[in-house]
């Protein structure tokens, strides 16, 4: 079995006795949020050991099912420091946190040439978890995805929300994200778009032939997907939609009543109040 030090040799990369693989999976800060803004990589400058002391570089990974992990980036180990010299972002929730209460502040070097492996290479991390870093060997690759990979491996219907731009690469790159594509076409459901700007929300629903997926295409071409408001205030300011999020609310068969369908919508539009002060209009 190839293992993923063979695939980053290709890229140019040679292990050392002193790189590290390192698998980031912390309860405490949603992996969905640092990998969204991209606070990952200031999260792992932060550590409270000197575990990064005498390393030269770290092959970063995130978490996924099981022993599962998907690949990050490879980053080169500039200097230490204390982590009162260490760096914080005015819109990352945490990092004053990091700030205060880690003891070294690494300062790392993405090296952009593995940067297209990112989020598409998934390993078997084994049975140690618990040991989130270790020396560089040579882990079994699990999956490649294709090119033009640009989310991570999909793993629960209720514990995403997709910007207006990744809903957009999910649909350009459907070979990359086929797992997206086999697990939202399997089931119908009642959805959620979050304009951020504003707070405005509109629920809708999907069933038949497609389920979720098929009913997002719209979205992901015109914006709109249809919906009449919508379509107005798009028709208005063009980049209204680089404000949504989507995510799902509940997940139904296909095969339910159209009838039942609209019910189950009904309540969500009922409890978050969208016919009210959101955008849906019935």
């Not at 260490?86 to 205060?100: A, D, I, K, M, V």
Request: charge should be positive; charged fraction near 25%; aromatic fraction near 12%.
């Amino acid at each position: 079995m190839i293992g993923v030090l063979d695939i980053l040799k290709i890229a140019g990369f040679s292990a050392t006795p002193r790189s590290r693989l390192v698998r980031h999976q912390h309860d405490r800060y949603p992996a969905e949020e640092l990998r969204r803004h991209g606070w990952r990589e200031l999260y792992q400058s932060y550590q409270g050991r000197s575990v990064f002391h005498h390393v030269d570089h770290i092959v970063s990974f995130y978490g996924v099912r099981g022993t599962r992990a998907a690949f990050y980036g490879v980053y080169k180990v500039l200097r230490h420091g204390p982590a009162s010299e260490g760096r914080t972002l005015s819109g990352c929730p945490w990092s004053q946190e990091w700030h205060q209460e880690a003891r070294f502040f690494y300062e790392l070097e993405r090296e952009a040439r593995f940067d297209d492996l990112r989020d598409r290479v998934i390993v078997d991390w084994g049975p140690g978890t618990r040991s989130w870093i270790q020396k560089a060997t040579n882990k079994p690759v699990l999956e490649l995805q294709e090119p033009g990979r640009r989310l991570p491996p999909f793993e629960d219907y209720l514990e995403f929300s997709l910007t207006y731009c990744e809903l957009q690469d999910l649909f350009a790159h459907e070979e990359a994200h086929r797992e997206w594509c086999a697990h939202l076409s399997a089931v119908g459901g009642v959805y959620l778009i979050l304009a951020e700007g504003s707070g405005h929300m509109y629920v809708g629903s999907a069933t038949g032939e497609g389920g979720i997926w098929a009913r997002w295409r719209p979205y992901a071409r015109m914006g709109h997907g249809g919906n009449m408001l919508l379509r107005d205030l798009i028709a208005q300011d063009p980049a209204y939609p680089n404000q949504f999020r989507f995510s799902v609310l509940q997940i139904l068969p296909k095969t339910m009543a159209r009838d039942e369908v609209v019910r189950r919508e009904a309540l969500y539009k009922r409890k978050l109040g969208t016919r009210a002060t959101g955008l849906n209009l019935n």
